[in-house]
């Protein structure tokens, strides 16, 4: 977990956000600023700073390994949500993409009640968060980038010359749906290629925030409990706590320190301190679901390496020795933001409407055998493989990036004996209680099934489809969707988690379930703010690492007017 505290002194901890706000607020000298991190710092980790070797970070040392509740719309499967534990959170294990949102989603914040926090009001601060790759002249006009500098350097992943790029993008010309200008600088759809004053104290378990009645229904947040080294420690703060322990622990901290529903508080032996209903609610999350089709024989893909291949290990080693060969990417190389092709007519229009209509929402490792294939999960039922296969393939992945189903993330306190008697207790370290509801509203099943039956008509599409073996042939038998309830059926056993969740500590107004104000205060609590996606009151449309960096840019700005700080 991990927590700011701004003590002038102040308090973040040393995830993504955490992080941010932590290293703006000690630009003046004058501050001081604890950071607290439950990780360690593993940055010089070549797990870390290996693109292809993200995946043996996860379920390691550096990750919760948390998972949900068992999903009755996803087969009754435990979804796996990685979320980083150590300095730098999960953008240490989150395959290193940073993409932008569209604008609509963001404008949406503010339609939900947020003034000042819109497109208009964050473009500037995602352009202050990092510096794009160099290129040259011709790449630059075609790949449509700006001139930002911000400490984050990014590159585009593997080879920039790969087909796949160029294909992509002109087929979604072709069909009416291309971005001619930065993405960072406004969209809608389209498709695109992604891209002394502060202490730090790692290994460092946030355990609780500490408080004080001050009258009026009021509490004022005065220091943090935490664990470190076998001891409970405290710390005070002089101006705030900044709270930034993630869309899971978050919540599970305010509890903790007595802030939440106090109907679920008491049920768990906790006096409540303030009552606040939307602690853990309204979580929300990206699911994914893919099909792979078998490409030509001379495409350049990441398989052999997946299926730990001798030879190509020993290449791929020998080129990462100059930054370059299949180490330096992930495997994603392109985007899309798509609307529901099939909805697009009257009749289609008329569907969502009905089905909106009546199901509205109840509330608002150094070495290369480290790669791991992310496999989707089959049907146990069926023949679909659950390994690698021999053979070369191109898997075009559907995310349903504007989900309508709600979910929960609780306390779970657990029972341990002492004195031989069972008591209840509420160990900071017990993982909370999560369950996302996944596909629990009917419009998200309709649209993640009818983009998956729309991969079809991309992957016969030119010029993709020159970069896949005609007729198409696929990795499994059963991404062949013979009408919509087969593609239904296929996304209940295959759908995974893309850990986009947001929405557990909503920036919203109190009255609609609101957790923090525009200012990201907690309601009714002096001196705390959460600042991570937790805050977010509805996620973006793609990963969410680039909208973090640039929420927690504007919390710091925020925080720095408040004070009167440089």
Sequence with gaps: MRLTLYTANQQPR???????????????????????????????????KTPALYGALLKSEADWGFQTEPQPNLNGRS?????????????????????????????????????????????????KAFTPPTVDGELKRILGI?????????????????????????????????????????????????????????????????????????????????????????????????????????????ELSGIGNATLLKSHGIKPVQDLPGVGENIHDHLICGASFEAID??????????????ALGKAMQDYASQSGLLTSVGIHTYAYLPVVEYLSDEGRETVKQLLSHHRPSSVGSD??????????????????????????????????????????????RFRHQHRRLILSNDPLTAPAIDPNYLSHPVDVEVLAQHMRYLDNIAKSSPFSELLKQPLSRRDPASRFPDIEAAKKYVSTSAISMWHLGGTCAMLPKEKGGVVSPKLKVYSVDNLRVVDSSAIPLIGTAN???????????????????????
């Design 79 to 127: 979804i796996n949500l990685h979320q980083g534990r150590t300095l730098g959170g999960s953008s240490a294990i989150n395959a290193e993409v940073f993409v932008p949102p569209t604008t609509g989603s963001l404008n949406s914040w503010e339609a939900l009640g947020n003034d000042g926090w819109n497109w208009s009001s964050l473009q500037k601060y995602y352009v």
């Design 146 to 254: 700006d001139d930002p500098n911000g400490p984050l350097q990014l590159s585009y992943a593997g080879d920039l010359e790969h087909p796949i790029r160029q294909a992509w993008a002109a087929t979604f010309k072709e069909k009416g749906y291309h971005i001619s200008n930065d993405p960072f600088l406004g969209i809608s759809v389209g498709a695109f290629s992604y891209r002394p004053s502060l202490v730090v104290l790692t290994n460092a378990v946030v355990e609780r925030i500490l408080s004080e009645d001050v009258g009026s229904d009021y509490t004022k947040a005065t220091g943090v409990q935490y664990a470190h080294n076998g001891r409970t420690e405290t710390i005070t703060t002089r101006k705030e706590v900044i709270l930034a322990a993630g869309v899971l622990q978050s919540p599970k901290v305010l």
């Design 544 to 566: 969410l690492q680039s909208t973090v960096y640039a929420f927690a840019e504007r919390a710091a700005d925020l925080i720095k007017q408040d004070y009167g700080l440089k």
């Design 14 to 48: 040393g995830g993504t956000a955490g992080l941010v706000v932590a290293t703006r607020l000690s630009e003046d000298p004058s501050q001081h600023t604890i950071l607290l991190e439950a990780g360690a710092d593993l940055s010089g980790d070549p797990r870390v």
């Design 298 to 311: 001379n495409l350049e893909t990441l398989d052999a390496i997946v299926r730990q291949e001798p030879e």
């Design 368 to 413: 290369p055998n480290d790669i791991r294939q992310q496999v989707l999960p089959v049907d146990p039922n069926s023949n679909s493989p659950s390994g690698p296969v021999p053979g070369k393939f191109l898997t075009l992945g559907v995310m349903l990036s504007q989900p309508l189903s709600r979910g929960s993330v609780h306390i779970a306190s």
